[in-house]
């Protein structure tokens, strides 16, 4: 099958889905929005680990590169390298981090791939019993499953003492969380005096000194976002800046890291518009094609400037 009929026959199953998409324009409660991530995330998850792997977060690129299908494994790794070494996570073994929680952590390959890069024993929680299961099969099927586990477990209300952890990684979940200072809080108090906490989320742009809100056609392109991936209202990262400044953490930095990001969100559309991709698709069911009818929008959002693609880190005091 050519692209051409792939892409006719994609938009037809994505028109079965577009009055239950449309017609979802309120805001979940608590509940509600748990639960459609942990159904978002159970029937997608297996999709995008069959056409991209086990790490369910951006790669980061160069600028303006020019990248094919099999540069995008490597760009992924190079994000968890990269956001390292922007929070100061040297290869000194005097100051790794030897227990680490993945907050959101998908099928783990964030967690597995610090816990071999350390040495360290790493947690990761996730609303999705696929995703947790499926986690702790790969854990098994690596030899990491002395090192490496995982649980259902709400962000908001995580399972562990304080101070447990030397490095609380957080990466591309924190945009679910329908309250930003609740999560951030629980994300210092599991922190271990000393440790690190990284953010790598999506975000909307900073307001500027005159405005009080975002423009009406940037929200109304948001919530279409929020809809179809299950995410609460959006925040800036100076918001989340201000969150961790008022908890006194420190060592507290922000970077902008959209271009980096840019090219992958076209890439996962070219993903879909082949063979392999339309048939995963249309198997994993109407909430993976629901997410699947607003990637244009990803990229829309951050060709304007309403999108940011950020990362934020900090530093527990001692």
Request: hydrophobic letters at 40%; one cysteine or more.
């Amino acid at each position: 099958m050519e692209n051409e009929e792939i892409y006719f026959a994609f938009s037809f199953a994505c028109e079965s889905v577009k009055c239950e998409f449309t017609a979802a324009t309120s805001t979940p409660d608590a509940r509600a929005l748990q639960e459609g991530i942990a159904e978002f995330y159970d029937q997608s998850s297996g999709l995008w680990e069959d056409i991209w792997g086990d790490h369910m977060h951006h790669g980061f690129y160069d600028p303006d590169s020019n990248v094919s299908r099999s540069d995008h494994p490597a760009a992924q790794i190079r994000m968890i390298e990269e956001s390292l070494r922007f929070a100061g996570i040297t290869d000194d073994p005097a100051k790794q981090p030897k227990t680490i929680v993945d907050v959101g952590c998908g099928i783990g390959g964030s967690s597995r791939y610090l816990a071999r890069k350390f040495g360290a024993e790493c947690q990761g929680i996730t609303l999705s019993p696929v995703q947790a299961g499926r986690a702790n099969v790969l854990a098994k099927d690596e030899g990491l499953a002395d090192k490496v586990s995982f649980q259902v477990a709400d962000a908001l209300k995580q399972p562990f003492p304080d101070g447990q952890f030397d490095l609380v990684w957080c990466m591309e979940s924190g945009e679910h969380m329908p309250d930003k200072a609740k999560f951030v809080n629980e994300l210092a108090r599991v922190a271990a005096p000393g440790g690190t906490i990284i953010i790598v989320t999506w975000c909307h742009r900073d307001l500027g000194p005159s405005e009080e809100d975002l423009e009406p056609w940037e929200k109304k392109l948001l919530n279409r976002i929020c809809n179809a991936y299950y995410l609460p209202e959006w925040c800036s990262t100076s918001d989340y800046v201000k969150l961790l400044q008022s908890l006194s953490l420190q060592d507290i930095q922000a970077a902008d890291w959209s271009e980096r990001v840019a090219p992958f969100w076209p890439a996962v559309i070219r993903s879909a518009f082949t063979w392999k991709g339309f048939i995963s698709l249309l198997r994993s069911g109407l909430k993976a094609i629901k997410g699947a009818l607003v990637m244009p929008l990803m990229i829309q959002g951050y060709q304007k400037g309403v999108i940011k693609f950020a990362i934020i880190t900090c530093r527990k005091p001692e």
